[in-house]
């Protein structure tokens, strides 16, 4: 039985009463396997005698003492015991709070033997604990001659310590943990390949279990670690391989240009096509010399400015990827304002002269507007029937634009996720783009392909993600890079101010603003009363925005936006704002995305320590798109720490977004950059990508090595993997 097969009730497990159930229900521990899938946080080495003595050079004490008296005092109206203890070096007492008279009367009854651990401190001239666990034992033998604790259930042992919630005690999972692992562990097999054992000297499945929730040595708990590890980068990756292959099981070819024996998967020429590679597509496949379509080298001519290489480079990779057999999967990252925009759109070129339809999705109502204005300024004089379609246009606008996109009469299409919604139907529908990808989640993206048959999928990402990152999560992904910038941009100068010189910005502001610049005033919040209670001396978009307006550029035009305006009002704000009919747009991160106004030269930003390093880059991405220079100042809380301040100094001494990302990664974690936090992509609990990236590394080789081999794990040996995988929650990233 696999450890996720594991079903016993939590009541079949000794000792646990009908309220264990319950209590472990809430902490979603449903079932022993849940139980025993819930890894310790940390342990305790409780093997060594720490006496009392020593209390202060260690976090706690471990040691054996006799209880030699009770005292009681009234703590908030209750009668609460104090009992005094000593071991062989000295005295000290435990302070029971709440302690039930059972627990009192049974253990701590004076002149009885306790085995203890507990961390001490000196309160009103004598040594305490309030936060201490004991043992009943028979004596100071306890204690051998090597300074070691005699073994017992708890003590003497390297004991875990478990992430709680409410209703829980470390007592109780501990207790129902080991018994859980002497009655289930022994019959859990293990789900990775015996050979991969074997090779890397990991533990069994069962033995890993034991090893991991009560190790008999530091080693034996690294062994377990590592074992456990291994596990689910190895099906993270046998996931991602299965994917990739089914993927390029597709084939546009028709039936009847197959070559004989040609199955998608079977033939060894196909396996050759479709072997997996390991490089994660990063370095992307080489491309062909295949030039521009008609319709792209006609847009190219009618532009004013020239490609840069990173982008004819992508166009290029798409174009090839457009003529294969396997529709395409490919990510575009760029940094903010490499042109990835217009690359998407010579990729919809391309799809239409193949005689499909293109669609482009983005995030916000405001870019996908900006996106369709852009559209149709540029491809419209190319013949090209360009529409855009959001949620909020009304049946009687929707109705005709939705026949002609049935009809095909539609080429590019241009929205929200409407798009996709049930009654949108596509003529034919060839290519999907996905602007700021990670800002949709996993139903959205995958909602988009159903929409045709194997449409090609370019999704683009601003954020850029991390090469460490990359090879997890889009592991089965193609990916293009443009990394180098449209020539004669600017660099932005970027500045950190304490909010109590924040004057000074105001002031370099007003200079800019008075040359006839434009600025974004982000804050953090919308309103006063979304504020937490400790954060009373966050400013707020609303009362900011007033103070903007009377106090400190008076002469000045401004307006507000955020994510709760309607849709109506953003458009006429950033209509306003392009137009430079406003000057300053005081904003929450909805700015964020894709905004495109050349004049505006100063982003401040104010509450700066509340954003994600990704999101600052963003934002300061807004600014420096015109011929002026631009400035970006990142205004801090007087309160903010010192080290806290070492992540804003990673902004000014940084200007590549991929650098930005992986600090960003290594200070927050994965999720939070991806989008996948909330959506559960990265289905790894013990497993960190960036920490055990060598471990990934080998795990995505061994399991494309096996599916290369054995494609539909067929084999004997690879039975175990084909169970184990049907139970792995399918993880994707469209
Ligand atoms: P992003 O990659 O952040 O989505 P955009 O596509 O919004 O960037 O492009 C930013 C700006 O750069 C747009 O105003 C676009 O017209 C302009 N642009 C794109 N490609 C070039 C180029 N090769 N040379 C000059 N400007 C360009
Ligand atoms: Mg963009």
Not at 562 to 582: N, P, V, Y
Request: charged share 25%; net charge neutral.
């Amino acid at each position: 039985m696999f450890l996720r097969e594991l079903a016993a009730r939590i009541g079949s497990i000794k000792g646990a009463g009908g309220k264990a159930e319950e209590q472990l229900a809430n902490a979603n521990i449903n079932n022993a396997g849940d139980l025993l899938r819930h890894y310790p946080r940390d342990w305790q080495d409780r093997r060594c005698i720490i006496p009392l003595k020593n209390f202060s050079r260690y976090p706690a004490v471990c040691t054996v003492v006799q209880v030699t008296s009770h005292f009681w005092f009234n703590f908030r109206g209750n009668k609460t015991l104090k009992a005094e203890v000593e071991d062989q070096t000295g005295k000290a007492f435990l302070i029971c709070y709440g302690c039930n008279q059972f627990y009192i009367k049974k253990e701590l009854a004076v002149g009885s033997y306790l085995r203890l651990w507990g961390s001490f401190s000196y309160r009103y001239g004598e040594l305490q604990s309030s936060d201490f666990e004991t043992e009943p034992c028979a004596g100071q033998e306890e204690e051998n001659s090597d300074g070691l604790l005699s073994k017992s259930r708890f003590f003497g042992r390297i004991v875990p310590v478990y992430p709680l919630s409410k209703g829980i005690t470390m007592g109780l999972i501990r207790r129902l943990m080991l018994n859980a692992l002497e009655q289930y562990a022994g019959a859990i097999e293990d789900e990775l390949p015996e050979e991969i054992i074997q090779r890397d000297g990991l533990l069994h499945k069962s033995g890993a279990l034991l090893s991991m929730h009560f190790p008999d040595s530091w080693e034996e708990r690294d062994a377990a670690l590592k074992t456990l590890v291994y596990e689910e980068l190895f099906y993270l990756e046998m996931m991602i391989g299965k994917r990739a292959l089914e993927r390029r099981s597709f084939s546009r070819r028709k039936s009847g240009e197959e070559e004989a024996g040609d199955t998608p998967l079977g033939s060894p020429a196909s396996l050759e096509k479709n072997a997996l590679s390991l490089s994660p597509a990063l370095s992307s496949a080489a491309p062909s010399s295949i030039d521009f379509t008609p319709l792209q080298k006609r847009l190219i001519e009618r532009l004013p400015f020239t490609l840069t290489p990173g982008q004819i480079e992508a166009v290029k990779e798409l174009n090839t990827d457009m003529d294969g057999i396997y529709p395409m999967a490919r990510l575009l990252q760029g940094d903010v304002g490499s042109g990835k925009t217009l690359v998407s759109f010579l990729a919809a070129l391309k799809a239409i002269e193949l005689g499909g339809q293109a669609a482009l999705m983005a995030p916000t109502e405001l870019l996908a507007r900006q996106h369709a204005e852009n559209a149709a300024k540029l491809l419209e004089p190319l013949g090209i029937q360009v529409c855009f379609l959001t949620g909020n246009l009304k049946t009687a606008g929707r109705r005709p634009l939705l026949k002609a996109l049935a009809a095909g009469e539609i080429d590019f299409i241009i929205g929200t996720h409407a798009l996709f919604s049930r009654d949108t139907v596509y003529h034919a529908l060839r290519l999907v783009i996905i602007d700021e990808q990670h800002r949709f989640g996993v139903a959205q993206r995958q909602a988009v392909m159903e929409k045709g048959d194997h449409p090609d999928l370019l999704m683009m990402s601003a954020t850029p993600i991390p090469r460490t990152l990359a090879f997890t999560v889009f592991g089965d992904l193609d990916v293009s890079v443009i990394r180098d910038m449209p020539p004669g941009r600017k660099s932005i100068m970027t500045y950190l101010k304490r909010e109590s010189n924040a004057g000074e910005v105001y002031n370099y502001v007003r200079k800019e603003l008075a040359k006839g610049r434009q600025a974004y005033f982000v804050y953090p919040l919308i309103e006063a009363s979304e504020k937490v209670k400790t954060a009373d001396i966050l400013k707020d978009l609303y009362s900011m925005a007033d103070r903007l307006a009377k106090e400190i550029f008076p002469q000045f035009k401004i307006a507000l936006i955020h994510s709760k305006l309607d849709e109506e009002e953003k458009r006429q704000i950033m209509e306003c704002f392009r137009k430079g009919e406003i000057h300053i747009l005081a904003a929450t991160s909805v700015v964020e995305v894709g905004v495109d106004v050349p004049n505006a030269s100063c982003m401040v930003i104010e509450h700066a320590e509340r954003f994600g390093l990704s999101a600052l880059h963003q934002l300061r991405g807004r600014v420096g798109r015109g011929k002026d220079q631009a400035y970006c100042f990142l205004v801090y809380s007087d309160e903010y720490t010192d080290t806290a301040k070492q992540r804003l100094l990673i902004m000014l001494e940084n200007t590549d977004g991929f650098v930005i990302a992986e600090e960003d990664l290594r200070l927050r974690g994965p999720g939070l950059i991806t989008g996948t936090e909330q959506s559960g992509y990265l289905n790894l609990g013990l497993a960190d990508p960036i920490r055990d990236a060598l471990r990934l590394e080998q795990a995505r080789k061994d399991a494309f090595a096996i599916l290369e081999r054995d494609p539909g794990l067929l084999l004997p040996e690879h039975q175990r993997i084909r169970k184990a995988l049907q139970y792995e929650q399918l993880i994707q990233v469209v």
